[in-house]
């Protein structure tokens, strides 16, 4: 990846299959940057220990999730694609973005609250420090640009802070990573509980589309949508959270605007309006599911692929990590 384009960091969970969420919201803007950014994308294994998951399940979910970024178009050839715990550089930087974060501003991290607020049986300190852990993740790259939800954003303006107290302490080493805001990007909602997102560690099977439902799970899904009774479709978040969110998955994959997408469905009931999501969404998955069965049976080439992308990743972060050692007075072993 040796020219001059700007690098982009980007990582998922594997917590569970990718939802539809994950997807139009963050994957295939991924597959989209790859032209134009060099592109390094991991599963974020390590994060994913803030939460508990069975063993075998997180070793299952982990492999699956790095054949599902393949799916979705993500080329390692074009792209770097690695599991983060194979990079060992990720736990060491980690450390050292601890010890440089504060205790005040890691408290005021909404993430961190919501979490909890949903965990009360697990609030670990890692739950706590997952924004430093981050940082690290970011800044051993040299990111340019992170893509970032609306959910992200403090994360990132944390880690802006981090790196520039610590280039002020110590001596300039990271490159102050920015947002970046796919144009295509969607914030999907839970089909039911449109106030809150789409997740895939959610436990109602029908609030979620997971990118590898079938077509007739899919439409059932989509017909027993909450929705409301004013029987129209526009859109108004606010009052139409239901509706609204299966318009903007709509709009989304057909790149209609809200305006169109009324106008199609004017004097029509809210029944031919889900069918007509729940299509479009089972066609739009179809190549990803297949693509993902495929690739799920070749299991030397996903081994060889996560194989290399682990030392790529080495090769790469280890420069930042040898450099932040050494200004720290690190001894660096011979
Ligand atoms: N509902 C969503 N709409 C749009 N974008 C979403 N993302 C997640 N949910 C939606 C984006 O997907 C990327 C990867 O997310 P992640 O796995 O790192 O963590 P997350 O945001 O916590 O995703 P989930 O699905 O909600 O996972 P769990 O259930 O494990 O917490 C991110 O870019 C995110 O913005």
Known sequence: MENNKKIILSGIQPTGVFTLGNYLGAVRSWKQMQEDYNCYY???????????????KRRQQTREAFALLLACGIDPEKSLVFVQSHNKCHA???????CCSQFGELSRMTQFKDKSSKHPDNI???LFT?????????????ADYVPVGADQTQHLE??????TRFNHTYGEVF????????????RVMSLQDPTSKMSKSDTNPKATISILDDEKTILKKFKSAVTDSEACVRFDPEAKPGVSNLM????????????EITAEFAGRGYGDFKTAVGECVAEALRPVREKYEELMQERTY???QMRRGAEIADKISRRTLTKTKKKIGLLLEK
């Open 302 to 304: 996903l081994e060889e």
């Open 248 to 259: 903007t998955i709509y709009s989304a994959i057909t790149g209609k605007t809200m305006e």
């Open 124 to 126: 670990n300190a890692g």
């Open 92 to 98: 060491e930087m980690g450390w050292i973005m601890d």
């Open 130 to 142: 997952y924004p430093a852990l981050m940082a690290g993740d970011i800044l051993l790259y040299q």
């Open 42 to 56: 991991f599963i974020a294994d390590l994060h994913s220990m803030t939460i508990h998951i069975d063993p075998q």
């Open 158 to 163: 944390f880690t802006r802070d981090v790196a």
């Open 175 to 186: 490159k102050l990573p920015e947002g970046y805001f796919p144009k295509a990007g969607a």
